[in-house]
């Protein structure tokens, strides 16, 4: 029962947005590119059956790509020093190859049609599908944007920043409460580095001490796999026990202590976040509880469509990496 009302929500908050956005739309492509979205799931497949970490890394470059000038492919764009990959919220940023690949044979077969903001969509859409998340169809429609800044990077989530700093980047792209509490779940799937835990194990607050918030029986776990003076390049998964598969087990961990991430720990400090992590967990939860994948998918429709591109203000890229 419960799979059946989950897919009526998906359709739902699809035809939702399909309605109310005229610029996106499910199927835009249907007619002037028809195997568009199948050339990039055939790539996105492949990529994720060589490499066990390229899911992830491509769900978080489409996060990185709407969250500074909008969905507008300029996170792929690579012109030197000034571009806004370069910026240091977006270090560890894999999967650009994989989109030039979808964008090479796309071009082969319709020239100068489908966008590379498009193609980073739809690339996230195949990588939780392919992690065993919810499979949902996703807009198409945006335009390539015209400018790449690092400087315009400057207010992408940071995995130190203070819950109401967090709640303030989403409110100001638009996203609500519950949105960064379910994007910030999209940590399922994927892994970190020990350079972003070092803080929070050895010096959190300037305190010379870990997070409190660490859960007493996590922390000798953490501290081996991420010593003091240790390599900071060691990877760790940022779903603790179940990394490589999308569920709600990431905010099991984050109610119980066990947050790889600083950010992800943060959201039981604020009520609202916290009762929207609860709100999951509760005893008739499975029956009528939220959907967990069903409010993902409606989260990412929403970042899908923060500062859209079109008429003069994008175009379509040859190369998803250059300006034409």
Do not use: W
């Amino acid at each position: 029962m419960k799979i059946v009302l989950l897919a009526m929500i998906i359709l739902f908050d699809i035809l939702i947005v399909v309605n109310s956005e005229g610029q996106l739309k499910v199927g835009f492509y249907n007619q002037v590119c028809p195997n568009a979205e199948s050339v990039v799931t055939n790539i996105v497949r492949d990529a994720a059956k060589s490499d066990h970490r390229m899911a992830a890394a491509l769900l978080r470059l489409h996060f990185h790509d709407c969250f500074v000038e909008g969905c507008d492919g300029s996170i792929l764009v690579d012109v030197g020093n000034t571009s806004e990959r370069g910026a240091f919220g977006h270090q560890g940023l894999r999967g650009f190859e994989i989109i030039e690949e979808a964008k090479a044979k796309l071009e082969s077969i319709c020239p100068g049609v489908v966008s590379c903001a498009d193609i980073v969509a739809m690339a996230a859409r195949d990588a939780v599908a392919f992690s065993h998340g919810p499979v949902y169809q996703v807009e198409t429609g945006r335009k390539d944007g015209l400018v790449s800044n690092i400087d315009l990077a400057s207010r992408m989530p940071d995995v130190t920043d203070s819950i109401q700093l967090l709640k303030q980047k989403f409110i100001e792209k638009g996203l609500n409460d519950k949105d960064l509490v379910i994007l910030s779940a999209a940590h399922t799937i994927g892994s970190t580095a020990c350079f972003f835990m070092e803080e929070r194990l050895y010096n959190f607050a300037t305190s010379g001490r870990p997070d409190p918030s660490i859960n007493p029986r996590f922390l000798p776990e953490l501290t081996s796999t991420c010593p003091k003076h240790g390599d900071i390049m060691v990877r760790l998964p940022m779903d603790h026990g179940s990394e490589d598969t999308f569920d709600i087990q990431i905010l099991q961990n984050i109610r119980s202590g066990f947050a790889v991430l600083q950010s992800d720990a943060k959201l039981m400090d604020d009520p609202r976040t916290r009762g929207i992590v609860e709100s999951y967990f509760g005893v008739l939860a499975p029956l009528t509880g939220p959907s967990f994948e069903a409010d993902f998918v409606t989260s990412m429709i929403r970042m899908g469509r923060i500062g859209v591109k079109n008429g003069s203000n994008g175009n379509i890229r040859r190369v998803c990496k250059s300006f034409n």
